[in-house]
């Protein structure tokens, strides 16, 4: 069975620097979908970033970008220039490309905190 | 485009009852599933419903049950509730590998 691992309960970023959350993940499968969603107190998941693991280019998306290690299997988020909107619970997700849609597997989180 | 709704926002019941959730998808999306997150933890996959279906089904016992309507939306009913289904329950609509859209959740309170 797959799994999803955030080692990192909670990060703690100053305001316009730069911050990475870590993710591992455990698969059999060579063709799969990576994502990173933020849950505000709001409690709606949004999409940051997606990643397909049959593409050697990691995703970018504004301030957002991963670091996509496949061998590694690991699947790091960047936040640059943090800004206080960005304090949230970051959940890294997995699924299967021949699978149903939206089964995602996610992490247990990491709460980020912005500091002004 | 409203996105993904659903309703109630908060909802207390007492234990052994039933419940029933509600979910309307996105816009032209026809694929629905539902997650469960307790406290602290990431969501757990339910299960999932297509063309008014059960494609897909998580590790959740048969209390859990749902519905899909002709017009794409859905409905979750979990008979005799538990102290430990207390959580907030997500509704996810996609039509494509591009990911899932979330609603804003039920908080679900039993007593």
């Known amino acids: 069975a797959q799994t999803v691992t955030q080692s990192q309960p909670e990060m703690s970023v100053q305001e316009a620097e730069t911050v990475t959350l870590s993710c591992t993940y455990d698969?059999?499968?060579?063709?799969?979908?990576l994502f990173w969603y933020k849950q505000p107190p709001s409690r709606q998941m949004i999409l940051v970033i997606r990643?397909?693991?049959?593409?050697?280019q990691n995703a970018t998306e504004n301030r957002f970008s991963v670091n996509f290690q496949k061998a590694a299997k690991s699947f790091s988020l960047k936040i640059s220039d943090s800004q206080l909107g960005d304090a949230a619970m970051y959940f890294c997700?997995?699924?299967?490309?021949?699978?149903?849609?939206?089964?995602?597997?996610f992490g247990k989180g990491t709460k980020l905190s912005v500091k002004p | 485009d409203a996105g993904v709704t659903q309703s109630p926002t908060h909802l207390i019941k007492t234990r052994g009852q039933q419940v029933t959730l509600r979910c309307s998808p996105k816009?032209?999306?026809?694929?629905v599933s539902w997650y469960q997150q307790a406290l602290g933890q990431g969501p757990q996959f339910i299960f999932q419903?297509?063309?008014?279906?059960?494609?897909q089904r998580g590790n959740f016992p048969d209390r859990f049950s749902g519905h899909q309507f002709p017009n794409y939306s859905s409905e979750l009913n979990v008979n005799a509730l538990l102290l430990g289904d207390s959580a907030l329950y997500l509704c996810?609509?996609?039509?494509?590998?591009?990911?899932?859209?979330f609603g804003q959740g039920t908080r679900l309170t039993v007593v």
């Open positions: 996810a609509s996609s039509d494509s590998p591009g990911g899932a859209f």
């Open positions: 698969t059999s499968e060579s063709d799969y979908y």
């Open positions: 990643q397909e693991a049959y593409k050697q």
């Open positions: 997700a997995y699924r299967t490309i021949g699978g149903s849609q939206g089964n995602l597997i």
């Open positions: 816009s032209g999306h026809d694929t």
């Open positions: 419903y297509y063309e008014e279906e059960e494609r």
